[in-house]
């Protein structure tokens, strides 16, 4: 997390972020890059800047302390902008950078209230987060953990005929809850596995992004009901708040694979236990939970059938450089006042 | 009663699903003699049970070699395996004996395809790593650089050996954003043209890509290819994925290969033993990645193999043409 402010001297906090960079593989040069334009172009605005140097997130006192007097701050999805962070920070903020494409995490009233502008990553990230949708879904159907599981331990005897058979995408139909950029992106890379149907439901149907992969619009029962896939690439409202919920489940049919790689608060932790240990589902994969972490006791982690990551769709080298250099060009570009690159509507 | 002709017998060395065993009783062209197991028959059971048959439906873990068709004696006229690999098979030795032999391609060929894919992607963006984080409380918040992996977009994949599969992997990774698809084998092939793929030599193709996908079928050309030598030619944050037959691999020079950082991580569906014993090397790396070969474990998948074995069983029986016959 970067806070910006115009007072302190910025030496130090240079050497800090080498310190952080340094650390890193070569894989990670962009990183450097992207800090040093941040630098240079702070350096030439006459900006310094403040960083939280961990990898851990930053404690809430912290936060509180060190947004005061700020005109920029930069943030992940970890920190929780609220009207009290925005308080301790005062009327000098102008900019929220959030390194993220979801923004659950802020409080668009309170940010709009006060004039803040908001910059997000949309774009740099889809291709990762479909990419992993996708390997969660493969991993799910395919039964690929349990079978690692079973070659670690002893469990693999010679090939048989039916031993960890999964479900195949070949004629399947494939359904989409919330078909944004993302839920486009899935259905694109998942056509020439021989997906037999592509269908969606959302707030309303959106028929340029359908036309593209040829998916039909149905209600959220028709989804539940046709589904042999289905992928929750929808944002977090209070709207879709724990609405994969019995309801949805028990729809379901008894083969069905359901992924849930947009925000935990979408999904009924307890109902989607239920579903899945009594066989009203065939399996599950999640890369969001309520809480992150999920806590290593909780029931879901008992279940073969349940594939839980963490929170890793957008972590690809390539991809994170992408969303940090962005996110450092949309503040930059709200310090100086410009249109930035991906502004968040409020 | 009696028969107008010897009834002919077969035997089957596993108990295959269903739909395939339905097939071969209903057809009442034979009478089947059943290991009925699904663990693999003994060696000296098979002797035992293959003693005049005339037919023999096996699996790839059943080795039919000389010896065993040698037990067989001389009604042996079809062998019919489940799989669309043959290498369990004495090829020279069936010809001589003028056996004919059945084996199920394309029909796996999607789930196979889609298994590579599904252990590319768990190999490249470090899934199983992940999995075990979250199991074992190292999971503690989202963080800019954590797990991070490779991404597929605007990458090179290089398939060694464009079949039906390869060809099959190649279309199902193309929408992930590949920039360039390489392939290697004896000659270029008109189908790749469908998938822009690039036909270069090996090395050129272990020098670019950062994805190297083999896909041949196992013979003394590829036994042992992935060697030493093949790794080190290749990029330091290559992924290398083999869902094709262990053997085509040198296991100790992968090992070395993953831990020395020359490439960056491996996923195997096939291995040499298999089962691999639980304390072989490879399965405590962190980046390797191995599945118990289940390129064509779906339930849908398995059935029809077992329709295709069994239809191939009974047109060699009865002498008619096979729906897959293996040209020998």
Known sequence: ?346 | MHFAQPVLRVFVTRRIPQEGLELLQRAAVCTVSLWDSDEPVPRAELLKGVEGAHGLLCLLSDRIDAEVLDAAGPNLKVISTMSVGFDHLAIDEIKKRSIRVGYTPDVLTDATAELTVALLLATARRLPEGIQEVKSGGWSSWKPLWLCGYGLSGSTVGVIGLGRIGLAVARRLKPFGVKRLLYSGRQPKPQAQEVDGEYVPLDSLLCESDFVVVSCALSPETQGLCDKAFFTKMKTTAVFINTSRGAVVNQEDLYEALTAGQIAAAGLDVTTPEPLPTDHPLLALKNCVVLPHIGSATYSTRGIMAKLTANNLLAGLTGEAMPSELKL
């Open chain 1, 1 to 346: 997390i970067i806070f910006l402010n115009k007072t302190k001297k910025p030496q130090k906090l240079l050497m800090k972020l080498f310190s952080l960079i340094v650390i890193h593989s070569q894989r990670q040069l962009l990183w450097i890059h992207t800090f040093l334009s941040l630098c240079s172009s702070l350096f030439f605005l006459r900006v310094q800047f403040e960083l939280w140097d961990s990898d851990d997130p930053i404690p809430r006192q912290e936060l509180l302390k060190k947004v005061k007097g700020c005109d920029g701050l930069l943030c992940v999805l970890t920190e929780k902008i609220d009207a009290e962070v925005l308080n301790a920070a005062g009327p000098n903020l102008k900019v929220l950078s959030t390194m993220s494409v979801g923004f659950d995490h802020l409080s668009l009233g309170e940010l709009k209230k006060r004039g803040i502008r908001v910059g997000y990553t949309p774009e740099v990230l889809t291709d990762a987060v479909a990419e992993l949708t996708i390997a969660l879904l493969l991993a799910t159907s395919r039964r690929l953990i349990e079978a690692t599981h079973e070659a670690k331990t002893g469990g693999w005897g010679t090939w048989r005929t039916l031993w960890l058979c999964g479900y195949e995408l070949a004629d399947s139909t494939v359904g989409i809850f919330g078909l944004g950029r993302i839920g486009v992106a899935i259905a694109e890379r998942l056509k020439p596995f021989k997906v037999k149907k592509f269908i969606y439901t959302d707030v309303a149907p959106r028929p340029e992004l359908a036309a593209a992969i040829q998916a039909e619009y149905v209600s959220m029962d028709e989804l539940a009901r046709q589904s042999d896939f289905l992928a929750v690439c929808c944002a977090l409202t209070p709207e879709t708040q724990g609405i994969c919920n019995k309801n949805l489940f028990s729809k379901m049919k008894n083969t069905s694979i359901f992924i849930n790689t947009s925000r935990g608060g979408v999904v009924n932790q307890e109902d989607l236990y239920e579903a899945l240990s009594t066989g009203q589902i065939a399996g599950a994969g999640l890369d969001v939970t309520v809480p992150e972490p999920l806590p290593t006791n909780h029931p879901l982690f008992t279940l073969k059938n349940c594939v839980i990551l963490p929170h890793i769709a957008s972590a690809s080298y390539t991809t994170r450089n992408a969303m940090s250099a962005l996110a450092a060009n949309n503040l930059l570009a709200g310090l100086r006042g410009e249109p930035m690159p991906k502004e968040l509507q409020l």
